[in-house]
């Protein structure tokens, strides 16, 4: 096997599959990336068993061949090579020649056939969305999972698809982020949960075209996200009892207020800061005609500060967890957001006139 | 007390003196700023009783007055307000007011009367020089010293004055960093040995700047950087016997080779990538007519690389640990350096024609 690469190619096709290497695995295999060249194109794939990225790397192939080198050690020593052409070999079972200029690198090889290929994932039932709609949705509501969780479903996002629609739910014991979207065309798929992990990952490869589709297909257990020259497998998890968020969503309210979002963020942002690390302590909200009033009253010292609004309803005191309120005000991109609130104790709801998205974050009870 | 000040002017004279707060005190008035306004211009200081700073900050005074603040939350609150005018007031003994546009903060303040003065160094001993050599001489040396060292003597940097000569040494037990620079007058005051630490600190403040200079004052204990409205005070370690590095230093070599920096600081770094962390392993350096072959062979894999040299002399096998060596390459600007060696096992000189900087590296023996 002998394969001819530009730097940055070669970079950019690891970059891709680095995402699936297994970081602390007791099997060296998992830190492998597979070097493919045996069907008349160059693939590159790594496999940590819950994800697995496969993808396509511009270069020559002087001689057909296959075989697994453990990712890091190649991702580092190919970023430091000249930015020149760079040449990969197998000099013999047990190791690899690296040719840059005038550098060589032998590095240790493992057999291919140790390698786990990608689980197939049957085409049957599939969706089609744009890579910019997919990373918004799972950009805009993965701050609401928690990966610590004992309840697996909390570690994972809800992908609801019923129609045309699209509805992506994420939540902790505290709030909730759900994102609706239209798809382009019908489809009747169910439920599925999809490690939040994997989301996380597939976001960071999704370049966010808008003219670019995603096709996603589903299994009982996998679910594969195809990008063109990237394939990415994620397992599901397996529970299809995912709370009802349909019941908590209530579009009662008796206090609604409009806010700029920059202010409202920075004026909690500043709150923050009085806050030590380790201890928690909410903010203040006391609503009136015209005005909200922020405060905060901590070991360190207080703060206070009024932000205009647009307000409908009644005058109202209720308190947050800053952090709750930061996380959702993070990823809104809205100038003006509306809050809609019924009392000092019940859920407060973030939302849009269509829908689109959706927030639901508890209170502090004083 | 009432002070008024422009966002940036206020960051500018809190950053200054933060390298001068104590991060890990019991003693909580160590970690403040003191704020002086009471001679007729505002001046921030913080001490941490090893490195003490003090410096003037554009402002205005509606009323005179002193306080001393913990200087990280007034650091992290200045710097979340909005880019605007920000007044500082005392409320009352025991707490301050910062106001800055609808925001409104309430910090415990202490009693400036706590705050340990910076010590007062007497004015007879100085020297002149520009920030840019001061700040040149200390980045390209203290890489060489080691802060954990239980010999204080090497926690600190020599700098000896004789005539119109400054020598600075910086080393530890496997490499020294000297730099002899020429003064623009005669003085005639001898060594101190100043802390590694406060050097680091008085480098990241000098501007950088060829036309400023700073003044600098020698008492026994105290050594104090006069910038113009910023004064820096720093302990001085209490050892007069430092090593005497004329006695290693020795013209004679069997071996001279000439080297573009840039190819072999950037070789000799890819040859790291092979080394686990926390190993130690040696580049191996083959010296010939007109090529240096530079490998390394460790559990990872080997490298090989050939770069082209001027060579005078012998032909040479020596072997380095590769850290010390990028030290080095890391803080010299000259594209092409020059080394000196004798042996395998004996020091090698990477030093330019006039001397003006002379790095001593010992080779690994075998």
Redesign the interface.
């Known amino acids: 096997m002998k394969l001819l690469f530009k730097k940055l190619d070669l970079i950019e096709g690891i970059n891709v599959v680095m995402k699936a290497v297994s970081t602390k695995s007791s099997m060296k295999i998992l830190e492998c990336i597979l070097i493919d060249a045996t069907e008349g194109f160059i693939k590159f794939t790594a496999n940590d068993m819950d994800l697995g990225i496969e993808t396509k790397v511009k270069g020559e192939i002087k001689e057909a061949g296959k075989v697994a080198i ?1 990712a890091r ?1 190649f991702s ?2 190919v970023r ?3 930015d020149s052409e760079i040449t990969f070999e197998i000099e013999d079972d047990t ?1 690899s020649l690296i040719t840059c200029e ?7 090889i493992m057999d291919p056939e140790d390698f786990s290929p990608l689980p197939r994932v049957e085409k049957n039932n599939k969706i089609s969305i744009s890579q910019l709609s997919l990373k918004n949705i799972i950009d805009q509501t993965i701050f609401a999972i928690n990966d610590a969780e004992k309840n697996k479903v909390l570690t994972g996002e809800l992908f609801e698809i019923k129609g045309n629609k699209l509805k992506v739910v994420a939540l902790d014991k505290f709030r909730i982020a759900i994102r609706n979207i239209e798809l382009k065309e019908e489809y009747d798929l169910g439920k599925v949960i999809i490690p939040g992990k994997s989301l996380n990952e597939i976001s960071k490869i999704l370049n966010g075209g808008m003219e670019d589709d995603v096709m996603i297909y589903f299994t009982n257990n996998h679910i594969l996200f195809d990008l063109g020259d990237t394939v990415v497998v994620s397992r599901l998890i397996e529970d299809t009892n995912f709370f009802d968020t349909d019941k908590m969503i209530s579009s009662d309210y008796k206090t609604k207020i409009e806010i700029n979002k920059r202010e409202f963020m ?2 909690i ?2 709150a923050t ?2 806050i030590k690390e380790g201890e928690s302590k909410p903010v203040f909200l006391t609503i009136k005609d015209g005005v909200l009033d922020l405060s905060i009253n901590t070991f ?8 205009d609004i647009a307000k409908e309803g009644e005058d109202l005191m209720i308190s947050f967890n800053p952090k709750f309120l930061l996380d959702i005000l993070k990823v809104l991109d809205d100038e003006k957001i509306t809050l809609y609130m019924t009392n000092s104790k019940a859920p407060c709801f973030i939302r849009n006139e269509n829908n689109s998205y959706i927030y639901i974050v508890l209170p502090v009870v004083q």
Chains 1, 2 share one sequence.
């Open positions: 453990e050690i580092e020593i430091k090579l000249p190791k005038n550098s060589k690198f032998n590095i240790q920075d004026c942002d500043r800061l009085l360190i010292g207080t703060m206070d500060e009024k932000i």
